[in-house]
């Protein structure tokens, strides 16, 4: 069974533009979560999708943004690009939205913003 | 949001020694899960912890559900040189899958 797969793995970009991140998650995994990675503030929870409906929000600008679309597959957006938003990453499925459920990493996307 | 505390920050241990690592946190959570990452790479799930008091090993690899739903530990036994890398600690306050991580420990194993 194919693991959780992120495209692209890395990417460049320049202040001011916008980015889009994709998700595919495992195979009949119908939640799927995103976390930013950084050195200085670790594993920071964006957001969660579940039947193509977001569930929960973590505490981040409205300039971050996605959706899940009716295969399970999740797409996030970044906006007007500053500096801080270079980070890994990382998009992760489960089963359900429930407790007691096991969360699946992908590799991730390194975002660089120069 | 939720606190979690992860320690030790790093270690560095001789092959063939044990490990232990725990995290704390300020609220109770129903599930616990602890991960190892490597360089440029996702997280992987090592263990997963539902229940207070539950012991789970996966070979080596060893974790409990604290009695007071606050923390969590991991213990590596005989480590080996390819067990370097940084240990999460992630919990799970109620549905939703959002998850709290720890700040990690990076392990080094010296041969």
């Known amino acids: 069974k194919a693991g959780v797969t992120q495209t692209p793995r890395y990417l460049i970009k320049t202040r001011g533009q916008q980015v889009t991140l994709s998700c595919s998650p495992i195979?009949?995994?119908?939640?799927v979560s995103w976390y930013q990675q950084t050195p200085g503030q670790g594993l920071q929870f964006l957001f969660e999708?579940?039947?193509?409906?977001?569930?929960n929000k973590g505490n981040f600008p409205g300039r971050f943004s996605g959706r899940q679309f009716s295969n399970s597959r999740s797409e996030m957006n970044v906006s007007t690009l500053e500096l801080g938003d270079s980070a890994l990453y990382l998009c992760?499925?489960?089963?359900?939205?429930?407790?007691?459920?096991?969360?699946?990493f992908g590799s991730g996307t390194q975002l660089s913003v120069l | 949001g939720q606190q979690l505390n992860q320690s030790p920050q790093s270690m560095f241990i001789q092959e063939g020694e044990d490990v232990s690592m725990n995290c704390t946190s300020s609220?109770?959570?129903?599930?616990w899960l602890w991960y190892k990452q490597d360089p440029g790479e996702g997280p992987v799930l090592l263990i997963a912890?539902?229940?207070?008091?539950e012991l789970t090993s996966n070979g080596r690899l060893t974790a409990q559900f604290g009695i007071t739903r606050k923390d969590s530990f991991l213990n590596i036994s005989a480590s080996i040189p390819s067990d370097v890398g940084i240990y999460f600690c992630?919990?799970?306050?109620?549905?939703?899958?959002?998850?709290?991580f720890g700040t990690g420990t990076s392990l080094t194993v010296i041969p």
């Open positions: 992760a499925s489960s089963l359900t939205d429930r407790t007691n459920e096991k969360l699946f």
């Open positions: 195979s009949g995994h119908r939640s």
């Open positions: 999708y579940f039947s193509e409906t977001q569930r």
């Open positions: 609220s109770i959570f129903n599930t």
């Open positions: 912890l539902y229940k207070a008091g």
């Open positions: 992630a919990g799970q306050v109620d549905t939703g899958n959002q998850f709290y």
